[in-house]
């Protein structure tokens, strides 16, 4: 019965040839008599087991093993070095460079076609492990892209959701999420915040940085529209915009999942805290400096400029210079002061995105 195996028998002597093939009758066979034909075969044809002498001329077994195992293409077929060196530091250096196994000669063809059968097996299994890992990979990286296009839609539906309440807000959205994404860019490698400005918390920061105002949703429209400057009482209720995103998702985590959600953590992170300020002077809770999460801190400053720039029914835009200045001169106290710094490095390009997005 012939097996679904192709052996590649690589030997000089046409008398061992012979032989190999007559004992191989159940394979295919390819024959190699140097080692540049061998090489080149294994890379060509589908080749699962190599019988490999030692002893050849220009190129001997163990520059060929050599040669095949640091070659992607080849380096997984299985080598059995069949061979006339019997010294045990012939089969150490055989076995060292990657072959499978060192069979000596004359050899019992029983011996051969056992040992050739089981290593074909331990192949033909690691070759199945090797495919369902892959198909494992490829199944993980489609469902992490769902999983990433499930977030930016939930995102886009309820940034989408408060520019039906305010529809001043829809090139504001665009542009504070590029200009956080500027900065978490550029502090990324900063002592102060590399910790946590890890690749994939960057990414979820800049994903979430839209929802900063999504608690505008609760707000009455006499006075999310008021076209004017808000009394006491009215600023208290928009203040509240905060604390109303915030329990919003809060309340959606825990009556979804028991389990903590990263990407609801930013989130809630910057919905709640991006109106806090350095000095402790901010809203809903009045946190001091470090006490202001870092993705509520890089919102607030791409939060504010913004609104400096842009024109309102209440207010008209002031000017990329005086809006500078006035972020410039909250370091310290509005703003946490190594983010004042990069913003202040970066206003060009903070310009450049006001200009895109207009």
Not at 15 to 23: H, S, T
Not at 91 to 111: M, Q, S, T
Not at 226 to 234: A, C
Request: glycine letters at 4%.
């Amino acid at each position: 019965m012939k097996h679904n195996a192709t052996i590649l028998v690589v030997d000089d002597t046409e008398a061992n040839i012979d032989i190999l093939v007559e004992v191989l009758n159940d394979y295919d066979v390819i024959v190699a008599l140097d080692g540049n034909s061998a090489l080149e075969i294994a890379q060509k044809e589908s080749v699962d087991l190599i019988l490999l002498d030692v002893m050849m001329p220009v190129m001997d077994g163990y520059q060929i093993c050599h040669e095949l195992k640091k070659n992607p293409i080849t380096r997984e077929i299985p080598i059995i070095f069949l061979t006339a060196k019997i010294e045990a530091d012939d089969e150490i250096r055989g076995l060292e460079l990657g072959a499978v196994d060192y069979i000596a000669k004359p050899f019992n063809p029983p011996i051969v076609l056992t040992r050739i059968k089981n290593h074909l097996l331990i192949k033909h299994a690691k070759d199945f492990l090797r495919c369902h890992n892959e198909f494992l990979e490829s199944e993980v990286s489609q469902r992490t892209s769902e999983i990433s296009a499930i977030q930016d839609i939930t995102i886009n539906a309820m940034a989408s959701l408060v520019e039906t309440r305010d529809n001043e807000t829809g090139g504001h959205i665009l542009r504070t999420q590029n200009y956080v994404r500027l900065l978490v860019k550029h502090l990324r490698n900063h002592p102060r915040f590399s910790d946590e400005l890890t690749e994939y918390n960057s990414e979820l920061i800049c994903k979430s940085a839209p929802l900063h105002d999504m608690g505008k949703v609760g707000i009455p429209d006499h006075i999310l529209h008021k076209p004017g400057k808000l009394d006491n009482d009215e600023f208290e209720i928009m203040k509240t915009h905060t604390t109303l995103g915030y329990e919003a998702i809060a309340y959606a985590e825990k009556n979804t999942t028991s389990t903590h959600i990263s990407f609801l953590h930013f989130a809630c992170q910057i919905v709640r805290s991006h109106h806090e300020k350095w000095d402790g002077t901010g809203y809903p809770q009045g946190l001091k400096g470090e006490e202001i999460p870092i993705a509520a801190r890089l919102m607030a400053i791409a939060d504010v400029y913004d609104a400096l720039i842009s024109k309102r029914v209440y207010k008209d835009a002031l000017s990329y210079d005086k809006a500078t200045q006035i972020i410039l001169d909250g370091k310290g106290s509005y703003f946490d002061p190594d983010i004042v710094d990069a913003f202040y490095q970066l206003k060009d390009e903070f310009i450049a995105i006001a200009n895109t997005y207009v």
